[in-house]
């Protein structure tokens, strides 16, 4: 029963400030719900109750737990106010997502809930209700995430379009090693024939950290406030 309590205290206290901010990203407001939902908390501490009920308390009661608690929040925390950056970033340069796209994967994922749980969609409706939710809302959270994440990618590319490859950098990639690059018949090919092939693989090379340098850079411009 304690645990039960214990965590049902938590839930509560959770819809209870589901609204609340618990950061701002250049004055976007990231709630309490929006947070909870990513950190799956309530779900994962329920599940312990269940399975491990000492762990469960252990976490809950004590200040090592509490403080490992505070830790994955602000972890994950962390990682929602990037992902706000780049969405804004995204949007600041007006990318746009194939709607279709993201209407084709909300079907799919929600065809996919159905079979995992082996209920035709009209029963998965009603079971929304039962727990006051909608299956349209459900949909457009769905719908929401793939939209965001299609524009994430969107964004990903723009910044690695913007990588450049010197010409002085493609001939020294190929004087490194010319035998790389050979015909059919085992004849090495002269620059001019594989210059763009070398350029594909120098801007592949660079990408990630051209990309992550590109992130922190964002991160540092934010004006970011964290109110947990």
Same mark, same amino acid.
């Given at each position: 029963?304690?645990r ?13 400030v589901?609204?609340e ?5 250049n004055?976007e407001?990231?709630?309490?719900g929006e ?9 994962i ?5 269940q ?5 469960a308390q ?10 490992f ?12 106010? @990037?992902?706000r950056?780049q !969405?804004?970033? *995204?949007?600041?340069?007006s990318? +746009?997502?194939d $709607? %279709? /796209?993201?209407e084709?994967?909300?079907e799919?994922?929600l065809?996919q809930i159905?079979l995992?749980?082996?209920?035709t ?7 929304l209700l039962l727990?006051g939710d ?15 994440? @299609?524009?994430l990618?969107? !964004?990903?590319? *723009?910044?690695?379009?913007?990588? +450049?490859v010197? $010409? %002085? /950098?493609?001939?020294?990639s190929?004087?490194?090693d010319p035998?790389?690059?050979v ?9 001019s024939?594989?210059?763009e ?10 990408g990630?950290?051209?990309w ?13 406030e964290i109110?947990?």
């Open positions: 029963m304690m039960i309590l214990l965590v049902a205290g938590l839930v509560w206290g959770t819809l209870a589901a609204s901010p618990v950061a701002y990203v004055g407001p990231i709630t309490r947070l909870d939902r990513a950190t799956g908390l309530a779900e501490l329920f599940s312990l109750s399975q491990f009920p000492a762990f252990s976490l809950l009661l004590t200040e090592e737990g509490k403080a608690l505070a830790r994955y929040e602000r972890d994950v925390l962390e990682k929602l106010i @990037l992902q950056v !969405l804004q970033e *995204a949007r600041a340069r990318l +746009t997502v $709607e %279709e /796209e993201v084709r994967r909300t799919e994922t065809n159905y995992y749980y082996a209920l969609e009209e029963e998965f409706a009603a079971g727990q909608t299956l349209e809302r459900f949909r457009n959270d769905i719908a929401r995430q793939h939209r965001e994440n @299609l524009l990618s969107a !964004l990903k590319a *723009a910044v690695l379009a913007e990588i +450049t010197s $010409e %002085e /950098e493609i001939a020294s190929y004087n490194e035998e790389r690059f015909d059919e018949e085992g004849e090495p090919l002269p620059l024939h594989v210059r092939r070398i350029a594909a693989i120098l801007r592949a090379e660079k990630e950290a051209h992550q340098a590109w992130l922190a850079a964002a991160r540092e411009r934010a004006v970011v109110n947990l």
